[in-house]
């Protein structure tokens, strides 16, 4: 199942998986129009609606998807449904009719990119060919003259369809969560389709699998896949300790990100994920459950073959000031009687070292890098700058980095090469990024989350609570870079973000992301 707002690219990546996959292609649209055309039951019944200009009945509809899928060509092709179901009441049906996809794909498109594509859109009356006046411009100006604007490209009216587009895709997003892959369709379209077509194609293998008895594995510690699908924010995130279950969700949640990024080519990398089971700020026991989250990253890229390096940098200084932060301190000990399977990873695929380019060797693959951090007095910068150049091309993920300038060993700033050090820490780019938002200076309760899974958007949820002991998150914005305090709270107060800042009342007491 596939979803994408007007000139998301959505018909382009219909197209091209049908062309590779063979599957089924269903459109209600073109459903409608092939029922009423050919005369059938349903389709003169939804004729008499559309000839009086009300909306056709969601029990039309879903039975007319129903018998297409019904049919033997979509039976043993597969079928790829295409903007429906549409409503929450759609979505219901097609689940009591033991009607559900494999996967649902959701193209993600900034507003601003959709409203150029639509606003720029001008079509040839004579051909029907659709031309843009920036990015696919006529070939001649006497073509140029005779284009016309649809009447439904303009600002306005594209608006109000990506208003209409959003609403319904909230309106099933719960029903499809366990199986929802977000895709950056801000992109060329090979690249967008290469991603989709390697998402199939591991569904296929896992499915063929699943068939065979294939990839069973009663070992906990090696996962035999890695989950391509999100279902939303756990609840119940300041509860502690978190279960098994919650813990190895966002476990998940970070490998995705994580080698979604590596596999476009990213060598220079950031996870930063603040939840109270993941915080040793907040009790320094907690180092423990973060090293869980490094080991459970590791074992994954070794199942594939890489060869991991994690790495834990040792006390920085000499003589009286040397020393190491209070949160590290026996972390390399931990890492190194931890549990790393029965097939041997450990000092084979997976090797325990410091932070420095002599840490670098010619047969590792990438490098995990666990809360790199500057102390009082000393700056882990030099180090870590010397070994991501000795690391060249190669992947370097920093987990939780606090690079941010201490006090030196005198109590005065260190100024020394501030701009350079800041300049470098700033290179490093976010794959994944969770915090949970509170008012200012309390941990409770919890209003919302931000979050952020590369290649996509920073999304901004809000807390809701439902019947007693029960509550879930609901999306309120996204965000194409890390949005500000400023910009959360009009999102919780429901601002236009385009219109003038008003004084900010009680969500001003909002925790800012920073």
Request: glycine fraction near 8%.
């Amino acid at each position: 199942m596939i979803s994408g707002a007007p000139a998301s690219g959505k018909g382009t990546q219909c197209e091209l998986i049908v062309q590779k996959f063979g599957l089924v292609h269903v459109s209600t649209g073109d459903l409608l129009r092939a029922e009423v055309s050919a005369g059938t039951e349903i389709g003169n019944k939804a004729k008499e609606y559309m000839n009086s200009g009300r909306l056709v009945p969601d029990e039309i509809v879903t039975a007319m998807v129903k018998a297409r899928l019904s049919r033997d060509d979509a039976k043993q092709n597969g079928w790829l449904l295409d903007g429906y179901p549409r409503t929450s009441a759609q979505a219901q049906s097609l689940e009591e009719m033991k009607i559900r996809p494999d996967v649902y794909i959701l193209l993600n498109v900034p507003d601003e990119i959709l409203i150029d594509r639509c606003v720029g859109r001008r079509l040839d009356p004579e051909t029907g060919k659709i031309y843009h006046i920036t990015h696919f411009p006529p070939e001649s100006e006497e073509i140029k003259k005779r284009l016309i604007t649809r009447p439904d490209d303009t600002e306005e009216k594209v608006k109000s369809r990506l208003q209409i587009y959003k609403q319904n895709v909230q309106a099933i997003l719960s029903t499809y969560l366990d199986i929802l892959n977000e895709i950056d369709g801000n992109r060329p379209k090979d690249a967008v389709f290469k991603e989709i077509e390697n998402l199939l194609l591991r569904l296929e293998e896992k499915k063929e699998a699943g068939k065979s008895g294939v990839g069973d594995n009663k070992n906990p510690t090696k996962p035999t896949f890695i989950k391509e699908s999100w279902r939303g924010i756990p609840t119940r995130l300041n509860n502690i300790p978190h279960s098994r279950e919650i813990r190895e969700y966002f476990y998940n949640d970070i490998l995705q990100a994580t080698t979604r990024a590596i596999n476009d080519g990213k060598t220079r990398l950031k996870v930063e994920i603040n939840l109270p089971e993941l915080n040793p700020e907040m009790d320094v026991y907690r180092i423990g459950t973060l090293m869980e989250l490094v080991r459970s990253v590791a074992l994954s890229f070794a199942d594939d073959g890489k060869r991991v390096k994690v790495c834990v940098q040792g006390a920085m200084g000499k003589g009286g000031p040397s020393g190491m932060p209070l949160q590290l301190a026996g972390t390399r000990k931990i890492l190194e009687f931890m549990d790393w399977g029965e097939y041997g990873a450990k000092d084979t695929f997976i090797r325990i070292g410091s932070i420095g380019a002599e840490e670098v060797e010619e047969q590792d693959d990438m490098f995990l890098l666990v809360a790199p951090q500057n102390a009082i007095g000393n700056c882990i910068i030099d180090d870590l700058k010397a070994m991501t150049d000795a690391a060249g091309n190669r992947p370097v993920v920093l987990i939780n980095p606090r690079l941010r300038d201490v006090p030196g060993a005198s109590g005065n700033m260190q100024t020394m090469g501030r701009e350079k050090r800041l300049e470098y820490a700033a290179s490093f780019e976010i794959c994944y990024f969770f915090r949970l938002l509170y008012y200012s200076g309390t941990q409770y309760p919890i209003m919302g989350a931000l979050r952020m899974s590369y290649p996509h958007a920073y999304e901004l949820y809000k807390r809701v609570d439902e019947s007693p002991g029960k509550e879930k998150y609901v999306i309120l914005s996204s965000f194409s870079k890390r949005p500000t305090g400023e910009e959360i709270n009009d999102a919780f107060e429901g601002r236009d973000r385009s219109k003038a800042k008003r004084p900010s009342g009680i969500w001003g007491f909002l925790s800012s992301v920073f």
